[in-house]
Nanobody, 131 residues
Framework: VQLVESGGDSVQAGGSLRLSCAASGLSYNNYFMGWFRQAPGKEREVLATIVRDGTSSYADSVKGRFTISRDTAKNMLYLQMNSLKPDDTAMYHC??????????????????????????WGRGTQVTVSS
């Protein structure tokens, strides 16, 4: 499995960015995908997930501002980020984790948080938001 992120940049507060993730070697029947971020001195934060039927889930910190989407034909995952804030400054990673047995769609964020270390993620792309 290989995940490669791109699209990070330095922007001013209020700006927008679209992150992309090219995925290879992944079975979408067995894995669902999402985005998380890591900032220096802060805990890793799972931001959004998208599951088999296309249903997405978001952390409260980004709900209404970020949108996750995918193009399974192109093996691409995206994160549209609007109304960016300085607190959004971080390294952003796309991730793929295995579906848990009996997992409900509403549990996707929690499952990704709990099983991220046993999943796959890319090296990340840096997003810096200045005030």
């Amino acid at each position: 499995v290989q995940l490669v992120e791109s699209g990070g940049d330095s922007v001013q507060a209020g700006g927008s960015l679209r992150l992309s993730c090219a995925a290879s070697g992944l079975s979408y029947n067995n894995y669902f995908m999402g985005w998380f971020r890591q900032a220096p001195g802060k805990e890793r934060e799972v931001l959004a997930t998208i599951v088999r039927d296309g249903t997405s889930s978001y952390a409260d910190s980004v709900k209404g501002r970020f949108t996750i989407s995918r193009d399974t034909a192109k093996n691409m995952l995206y994160l549209q980020m609007n109304s960016l804030k300085p607190d959004d400054t971080a390294m952003y990673h796309c991730a793929a984790v295995r579906y848990s047995y009996g997992m409900m769609v509403s549990q996707a964020l929690g499952v990704m948080r709990a099983t991220l270390d046993s999943g796959y993620w890319g090296r990340g792309t840096q997003v810096t938001v200045s005030s």
